[in-house]
Nanobody, 119 residues
């Protein structure tokens, strides 16, 4: 089992910045990718950014150039630096870890952290 705990959400004005963090604990071996998703009211959960074990990063088109995903291996943490925030970035942000054990793939989720961007 992997436990994920997010922090760093809050209320910010448009154009501001926030930094989200997600700490992983438990049986974290064989985690091959970590991702940030978000879900706005009435909308489906969407992928925001991801970082693979080898360091390859991916971003949604809507956040590319404004958000940066990074890892701190020593602290078992994945961060999401969010700059130039827009009201449409308002959502609950979830940390996700994908783990491959043999032929099985496991997905773990944090509890989510609210990000609200005011106009």
């Amino acid at each position: 089992q992997v436990q994920l705990v997010e922090s760093g959400g809050g209320l910010v004005q448009a154009g501001g910045s926030l930094r989200l963090s997600c700490v992983a604990s438990g049986s974290i071996g064989s985690i091959n990718v970590m991702r940030w998703y978000r879900q706005a009211p009435g909308k489906q959960r969407e992928l925001v950014a991801g970082v693979a074990l080898g360091g390859t990063t991916t971003y949604a088109d809507s956040v590319r150039g404004r958000f940066t995903i990074s890892t701190d291996v020593a602290k078992n943490t994945v961060n999401l630096q969010m700059n130039r925030l827009k009201p449409e970035d308002t959502a609950v942000y979830y940390c996700n870890a994908q783990q491959i054990l043999g032929a099985s793939i496991y997905d773990y989720w944090g509890q989510g952290t609210q990000v609200t961007v005011s106009s």
